[in-house]
């Protein structure tokens, strides 16, 4: 049986004081009907941007309350299929993305799929379908759908496609998961501060592990790890990233931090998820060769 959601349900904040919109167990599947990061408000070019009700925007659809999952728990969520429509919408604006003090012209993009790729003009881009938003409600007060922090959120990571395990720390009873803003592809950076902006629908597995928590979400992608770190500049979020993934190695290898801290230099790779978001994010990718998943989810200090 599946459990899905309908995409009536989105919420524009993750808090503790969300009401669940479903329960699942761990073990159950998941789908999740999903928004596009505009609403939908966008449905030509010709939309001009001053219409868009901004309070609409990065919807995520949920929560869903996981039975057994308690503070300091990680809930798993097995990304295991993403469909979506073929018709995606991306934008830009002055004051917005890496280059925001360029005095562009607000601007919005329809872009169709064409036979497995999306067009750009005369272009023909691969599709690597990912969500953008995923994650839980924190501890206490809201935080906008269209942020992110240690409860995962707009982190907007090229990698988090199908196939894709995600670990995210649970601050509250039942996690209160809820996900949205698919795009069809993004680069890293998502440089202009949007990407294939896309509805569709999200199934997934959640699961759980018991009395232990990461200090950030972490992604399995098959042969490696990655820590997804945020700051308030790239820099902290390198350091943040650096941090995490020196002390993870150090436990799993049994070395002292400076060791650990050499060995990370030869294996760990850091890249941007994005730098368009109110904090920026980076992660540190870690081969499965050097580090045990245990002490990736259980390195958080309490
Ligand atoms: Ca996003």
Redesign the pocket.
Known sequence: MVIRIPSSKVIYSFSPGNKPVARAKPGDLVLFETLD?LGGQVKSEDTPLESIDWSRV?PATGPVYVEGAEPGDTLVVDVLDIAYSDTAVILVAPGYGALYDKKIRPRARILRVDDGFLRFGSLRIKLRPMV??IGVAPAEGEVPT?SLGEHGG?M?VSVLGRGVRVYLPVFVEGALLALG?L?LVQGDG?VCV??A?VSGEVLVRVGLVKKCRPRFPVLDLGDRYAILAYGETLDEAAYRATEAAVEAIAKSQNLSFEDAYMLASLIVDLKIN?VV?PYKGVRAEIPKDYVKIRDLLCTHKH
């Open positions: 990061a990065n953008g938003v269209g707009n907007d803003d795009h998502e949007s990407a902006e994005q978001d």
